[in-house]
């Protein structure tokens, strides 16, 4: 395998081992990210029409805040599985549930593109910000349409492009630099590969879904200051350190400095306010 070629197993063992070295700190941020992500996913469960009674399933669910989310909103009658190719997370997952009192929330390890679950069982199959980081987009996508009953939906939010994404991209474009990595390779995924106009929209056409819809919804990180965002960068995308994993203690150092000095241009009126923007899209099982 030369440098210049995407390796897709390497890829999914590398960010499975990421996702569950930073799981038990990404469930710490929990309600941090239920209320940056939670109002762009019933944006997404409004379009994927779940509602009292739905089954639901969950793809790259990590801890399950998602999960709780849609478990309110279907209720007792309703049905939610939650999955996530990290160990970690799915154990997060399933302690979350239980801590919550919901009975209707079971929590499986899962590769979201080799999905083991009954046919034409769920009304909807969504995911967020966990498509993104899939080799094969369209053939999870196509996975996904296998649980769906006749007319049920297809549900992702993923991320706009890089400059609508700045408290993210910017911090990757320095690690990039300091530690002289070249872009992504062709073909690979990453936070920003489905963020390009119309590019879910054709992703879903593309698998087979009809009546799609996309919509961009302006999701800020608000925190209370740009030091609170690079903690939780630091802790909580592990992609971060591997990028660093070259450098020299030092050298680490120099960029997270870095990267901190970027994200201080984000804080105004005594807050901290990270650019980033979510797509919500649906497709329709025919």
């Known amino acids: 395998m030369s440098q ?6 390497a890829f999914k063992k590398t960010t499975k081992d990421q996702w569950n070295n930073v799981a038990g700190n990404w469930n710490t941020w929990g309600d941090f990210l239920q209320s940056w992500l939670g109002p762009a996913t019933d944006t997404m469960l409004d379009m994927a029409r779940v509602a009292t009674g739905s089954r639901v399933l969950h793809v790259a669910g990590g ?25 970690n997370l799915t154990q997060l997952a399933e302690e979350n549930a239980k801590a919550a009192g919901f009975g209707n929330i079971e929590a499986r390890v899962m590769d979201g593109e080799n999905l083991d679950v009954p046919a034409t ?7 967020r910000v966990g498509l993104i980081f899939f080799p094969d987009q369209k053939g999870s996508v196509q996975q996904q349409m296998t649980a769906l009953k006749a007319g049920g939906y297809v549900g992702a939010v ?19 630099r300091r530690a002289e990595l070249g872009p992504p390779l062709p073909g690979q995924p990453g936070p920003f590969s489905l963020g390009g106009e119309g590019t879910i929209s054709e992703l879903f056409r593309s698998a087979g879904l009809v009546d799609i819809e996309e919509q961009k919804i302006a999701a800020p990180l608000i925190l209370d200051s740009a030091v609170e965002c690079l903690r939780f960068e630091q802790e909580s995308f592990g992609a971060l350190h591997q990028m660093l994993a070259k450098l020299d203690e030092a050298d680490k150092q120099a960029a997270w400095d870095e990267v901190g000095q970027a994200l201080a241009l984000f804080e105004t009126g005594g807050r901290f306010e990270g650019p980033c923007t979510l797509i919500a899209a649906v497709g329709r099982m025919p």
């Open 158 to 176: 993923v991320y706009a492009t890089a400059e609508e994404n700045r408290f993210f991209s910017d911090p990757v474009g320095i690690i990039r």
């Open 4 to 9: 210049a070629e995407f390796d897709p197993i």
């Open 121 to 127: 069982s769920f009304d909807a199959v969504t995911s």
């Open 63 to 87: 801890s399950g805040q998602e999960a709780l989310q849609t478990a309110r909103r279907v209720g007792p009658d309703g049905y939610v599985l939650t999955t996530d190719v990290s160990e």
